[in-house]
């Protein structure tokens, strides 16, 4: 049965509006990675040939990249990005809550468009310190994520996936649409390099002026989305009572500041919290596990580039290859699989029989992230690294069936509370259940980032086999996560 807690407009303009904003932003996204680390590759290069050598800076100041893959300056790329990708989540993990206040009171739509502003700027800042060389020192790149403060991935996600959830109360649709929106959006980061590998080679700040124009056509999709939730199927009388004590009301009517309701707001949070399941708390301690190894990601360009001697441009078109993998097994066998055991499993489908076809897909996805990783870690060669990205892939369903968990009330099922402030919140179970696992997820790549840069940092002291060390730490993550998750009981 669809629930119509969003707003009229029909469900299918709500989720063409969320598939497409994740498009539009995960791929000037996937735009800005590739370019950005050849900017800091090229300034660190010329800093140290500079100092060095002066006799490999050829004409225009450019020098070779397979001259650039030197320790020094790889060493100098992974602790840059390292600390870029830590600025950029700690900001998005402490406004997370504050900006939760923002949609309740000016609705999801200023959210959403704050949260373009930071991503304009990183692009921006990026093009300027690629073309400013003489100007600005490399290390200013590392002032492009500043602005996540303003909203970055956790609060861009917690509000689509809650928009997609409260779309509909079927699970099979509901689990569809998320792989949907995992298709999309693994598949934008993957494919976006190939894309950035074409139009930097042309000119190296093309990629970052795509993305803007990109940003700037999502800023004008976010118009379609609905501001607020409206209360589901309820007579006007039902609605009334909890509307005068809801968070959102109090938000409008008393206009409390901004401190007080951030408070109050983390107050019911952990009331929230309190009144969940244990297997809501494995649900998060999964989710961050597999956040903190999912944290080699944005490593894998750096990875291919420095273990193989590959340039970035190169990588980016081996990424393109796994990315058409993905998007046909995300998009095209993934869903099919999903309403075929539905299908097959029971006549008569029951949530329980719902959630164990969720349990044992998800642990699939687990063990070929686990053999994945483990094989990245040890391709001595290309062509053996080429088929383990081919098993980590698989993985990448994982987020279909644990989101679609978290709707199930072995999962997620709040006791019922006296207190109505807490009632009113739990009420809204679509935006604070996943306002609370992509802040989780967000703390995990909090810790990823800065780990797996030491990490990296460390595999290039070593040398060798050793370079895959930041693989074989992610598998043992989703071994951990394995473990976790396998404690979950559904009845």
């Known amino acids: 049965m669809d629930s119509p807690r969003l707003s009229n407009r029909p469900k299918g303009t709500v989720v063409a509006a969320v598939l497409s904003l994740l498009l539009l932003v995960n791929l000037a996204a996937s735009l800005y990675q590739l370019p950005l680390n050849l900017v800091i590759e090229k300034r660190l290069c010329l800093d140290y040939y500079l100092e060095h050598d002066r006799s490999q800076i050829g004409a225009g100041r450019n020098i ?197 309701s951030v408070l109050e707001r983390f107050s019911a949070l952990k009331k929230a919290l309190q009144n969940h399941s244990r297997n809501f708390t494995l649900m998060l301690t999964t989710f961050l596990l597999t956040s903190l190894a999912s944290s080699d990601t944005k490593l894998l360009v750096q990875y291919i580039s420095k273990r193989y001697k590959w340039t970035f441009a190169s990588a980016g078109y081996l990424l393109s290859g796994k990315a058409i993998f993905n998007f046909f097994f995300l998009a095209l066998v993934v869903p099919r699989c999903i309403r075929f055991m539905s299908q097959s499993g029971s006549s008569t489908e029951t949530t329980s029989a719902s959630d164990r076809i969720n349990v044992g897909l998800a642990n699939m996805c687990l063990g070929v992230s686990i053999a994945g990783a483990l094989a990245i870690s040890l391709s001595a060669t290309i062509w053996f690294l080429i088929p383990a990205l081919l098993i980590y892939a698989l993985g990448a369903a994982l987020p279909i069936f644990t989101l679609s968990l978290l709707k199930s009330p072995s999962i997620s099922g709040a006791q019922h509370s006296a207190d109505n402030d807490v009632a009113s919140f739990a009420d809204e179970a679509d935006t604070h259940i996943f306002s609370i696992v992509m802040l989780v997820k967000t703390l995990g790549s909090l810790i990823g980032a800065p780990l797996m840069a030491v990490v990296w940092v460390k595999a290039i002291d070593i040398g060798g086999i050793a370079l895959g060390l930041p693989y074989f730490v992610s598998s043992a993550c989703y071994i951990a996560a394995t473990a976790v998750f396998n404690q979950i009981m559904i009845p």
């Not at 939760?100 to 739509?109: I, L, S």
């Not at 600005?136 to 609060?155: E, N, Q, R, T, W």
């Not at 689509?160 to 934008?188: E, K, Q």
């Open 64 to 260: 070779d990249e397979a001259l650039c893959k030197i320790d020094p300056v790889q060493k100098g790329l992974g602790w840059i990005q390292g600390t870029m990708d830590t600025i950029w989540v700690v900001g998005d993990f402490v406004m997370t809550i504050p900006m939760g206040f923002v949609a309740d009171r000016y609705g999801r739509r200023v959210v959403l468009w704050l949260n373009l502003l930071p991503r304009l700027c990183m692009l921006s800042w990026a093009g300027l310190v690629g073309y400013l060389e003489h100007d600005l020192p490399a290390k200013a790149i590392i002032a492009g994520p500043l602005l996540s403060f303003l909203g970055g991935d956790c609060v861009f996600n917690s509000m689509a996936y809650s928009l997609v959830a409260g779309v509909t109360d079927d699970n099979v649709l509901r689990a569809s649409y998320f792989g949907y929106m995992s298709a999309i959006s693994y598949v934008v980061n993957l494919l976006g390099p190939a894309l950035a590998s074409i139009s930097m080679t042309a000119f190296l700040g093309l990629p970052f002026a795509v993305g803007i124009f990109l940003l700037l056509i999502a800023a004008t999709v976010v118009r379609l989305v609905p501001d607020r939730n409206v209360t589901a199927n309820k007579s006007s009388d039902e609605q009334a009572q909890p509307l005068l004590s809801s968070p959102i009301l109090k938000a409008q009517q008393e206009r409390p500041s901004l401190a007080r």
